[in-house]
């Protein structure tokens, strides 16, 4: 066949993929990025444990996509999480899937199946160009600060695959926003997903608890009532629990200016119950003592039922018990989108087609965090990285044949 020439801007999940499907049918793929090496985000989500996937069921797993299921279904469809761990074995690394169904690879790390991902790519002939910043558009061609200075690429295609905005210093900067905007292209704006919260802790609760978990809690929210643990930190919280809540507190916190996590410091007990043990105790004991014979708790949980209780509440069994099994803690704010898991916005389903062009630039796609969705931790992002990157592969290799 005659090869032609695809650019591809961005190395982390979606944009390597995009350039292992094109290249295995022929065509001369190139891949810019900015930082020293590629897939640095995918290596930091691997530092404790990569979770690559889900094996959940699959309409389960497909409807964590939010509104945005609809439009991503098709990808995921032909790159489910079997094909995931299909595809991760064809790359020596065996994967298992945990108690909580989140699967993860044998040896805990992202390392060997990013070096053994890069070394095929460069065996299908794939062209590996780090420290190439993309700086816009130019020419018909696209702009790269380089180690040798400025150049002009030009391309019969290109990809871009550039993330959101979370962990700039790991080269998603969404410094791509402007740009796309300057041309037409229909962007959500980027704002922060799977993220902590900032709580108006006073200095004395911050000094002593910051870094401590809160474990074996229920927390509430318009996205449900579920189980887990988070950590106090020194500006609000932080933890999976509360990843599983960002998206409704961040989006409460839009609509009404305030929002509240409802916890549950007690769930293996009843209001009623509760409000009995608490009632047997002497009325002269402090709070703390209270509690501790009473509920069973102390430390960090006494803590947050003395922050946010009245006298009232605190002299009133059944009022106390209340509380505890109904807990309101207010977030004020999202933590800044530089440090959160993920972003989420980006370029507008409307923008693209169903290859995933952009409508207002022809031969020009984009695939992975830069589109309009997201979706919680637990192997999904990194899933539809994968399955979008493919996709757009597959829009280009349609678009070359024409």
Not at 50 to 74: C, M, W
Not at 156 to 179: I, Y
Not at 190 to 198: E, I, K
Request: net charge neutral.
């Amino acid at each position: 066949m005659n090869k032609q020439r695809v650019v591809i801007i961005g190395g982390g999940p979606a944009g390597l993929m995009a350039a292992e499907v094109l290249s295995t049918s022929g065509h001369s793929v190139t891949v810019y990025d900015s930082m020293p090496t590629f897939g640095r985000k995918f290596l930091l989500a691997g530092k404790t444990g990569l979770n690559i996937t889900h094996a959940e069921a699959y309409s389960q797993f497909v409807a964590r996509f939010g509104a945005a299921a609809d439009k991503l279904r098709p990808a995921l469809d032909e790159f489910t999480p079997n094909d995931v761990r299909q595809w991760a074995a064809g790359l020596s690394t065996e994967t298992f899937v945990g108690s909580s169904g989140r699967v993860f690879p044998k040896v805990m790390k992202a390392s060997p199946l990013l070096r053994a991902w890069l070394a095929r790519l460069t065996a299908q002939g794939v062209e590996l160009k780090t420290r190439h910043r993309w700086m816009g558009f130019a020419e018909d061609g696209y702009l790269f600060d380089t180690p040798d200075g400025r150049r002009i690429v030009h391309s019969d295609a290109a990809l871009l695959a550039l993330g959101g905005a979370s962990w700039p210093r790991l080269g998603s900067e969404g410094n791509w926003v402007p740009w796309l905007r300057e041309k037409g292209v229909p962007i959500t704006d980027l704002r922060p997903a799977n993220c902590g919260f900032d709580v108006d802790w006073d200095e004395t609760f911050r000094e002593r608890f910051a870094g401590v978990p809160v474990k074996s809690v229920t927390a509430t929210s318009d996205a449900g009532t579920l189980p887990g643990e988070f950590v106090v930190t020194v500006n609000g919280i932080e933890g999976s629990l509360v990843y599983a809540h960002a998206v409704s507190l961040r989006d409460r916190l839009e609509r009404n200016g305030e929002a509240s996590l409802l916890l549950d410091l007690m769930p293996g007990r009843t209001t009623e119950r509760l409000a009995r043990d608490l009632a047997r105790q002497d009325t002269k004991a402090s709070l703390s003592n209270r509690l501790r014979k009473g509920a069973g708790f102390e430390g960090v949980k006494t803590a947050l039922v003395r922050m946010v209780a009245s006298p009232g509440d605190i002299i009133d069994p059944q009022r106390l018990a209340e509380l505890i099994k109904a807990l309101p803690l207010a977030v004020v704010r999202p933590r800044p989108i530089a440090e959160v898991i993920s972003s989420a916005g980006g370029v507008a389903w409307s923008g693209i087609d169903n290859a995933y062009m952009l409508k207002a630039l022809p031969g020009l796609f984009v695939a992975g965090e830069m589109l309009d969705w997201e979706a919680p931790t637990g192997g999904y992002l990194l899933t539809a990285c994968f399955a979008t990157g493919r996709a757009a592969a597959r829009g280009i290799e349609a678009f070359l044949d024409r």
